[in-house]
């Protein structure tokens, strides 16, 4: 695990937490400037997407080694944790856990996908070797590419970094994560005193998402996008500014 802190430390704390087969240096790039003038962001690269040799080990072991850093150089309190797809549920987890606390928690378009074990090795036998594959020859690549480009309108350059995450991550790492991700439930109607839970909600998605964050926490505060999962971390401004106009409104409330 990497943990490396930007910014003013008198300036609201702000935790980034990756997506799948991701590191914050790729997932937030794009908005990485808009936040650190704003934030002291605390980066993390979980086990296994550290550039390290260590391979991720599981949704829980990680979340715990989240909440040691925070408790040994924060205090045990955070103003803000903002995860990107996957890094929802660890924003999740640390909300749901109460072992740290958490003024405001962000959570990025996620799936919060939830299943048995069966079905969580099922999904995993037939998405990670997708994942994994994505890079496999030019022409792959260069199908990838232009599937990244139309869907969610990455130029050149951000196209070719979120690539590089299929390739250069060990795919034991990328299994672990996916599968164990699945296997990591949230409890029904999550209230936690003095925290509010804050979602990005991307509309292109559907609505059997909204449904999920509106079961899994209490009085959840819904922003809705006109986008796809996550498109306001690909570059373009008129996605990631009103998202990051959003962010700032949640960071003001009240909780």
Not at 40 to 67: A, Q, R, W
Not at 179 to 187: I, P
Request: proline share 3%.
């Amino acid at each position: 695990m990497k943990f490396e802190e930007y910014g003013n430390e008198n300036k609201k704390k702000m935790m980034l937490l990756p997506g799948t087969c991701c590191d914050w240096q790729t997932n937030f790039c794009n908005v990485f400037d808009a936040l650190s003038g704003k934030y002291h962001l605390i980066c993390v690269n979980y086990d296994g997407f550290d550039g390290s040799d260590d391979v991720f080990p599981d949704m829980i072991t990680v979340t715990e080694k989240i909440e040691k850093y925070i408790i040994d150089n924060h205090g045990g309190r955070i103003d803000a944790a903002l995860g990107s797809s996957l890094g929802s549920s660890f924003v999740g987890q640390l909300i749901q856990r109460r072992n740290v606390h958490i003024d405001h928690g962000i959570f990025g378009s996620p799936d919060l996908d939830q299943s048995g074990r069966i079905s969580a090795k099922l999904q995993s036998m037939l998405v990670v070797p997708l994942l994994t594959s994505f890079t496999k020859g030019e022409r792959k690549q260069e199908k990838t590419k232009n599937l990244l480009k139309k869907i969610f309108l990455m130029d050149d350059e951000v196209a070719d970094k979120f690539m590089s995450c299929f390739s250069k991550f060990n795919p034991e790492s990328i299994k672990n994560e996916y599968y164990t991700d699945l296997l990591t439930h949230l409890d029904d109607k999550i209230n936690v005193e003095h925290t509010k839970a804050h979602f990005i909600y991307a509309s292109k998605m559907g609505e059997k998402y909204l449904k999920r964050y509106k079961k899994y926490f209490y009085d959840p505060d819904i922003r809705e996008f006109d986008m796809q999962h996550e498109q306001w971390l690909f570059g373009e401004k008129k996605y990631a500014e009103p998202v990051l106009k959003a962010i700032d409104e949640f960071m003001q409330m009240p909780v």
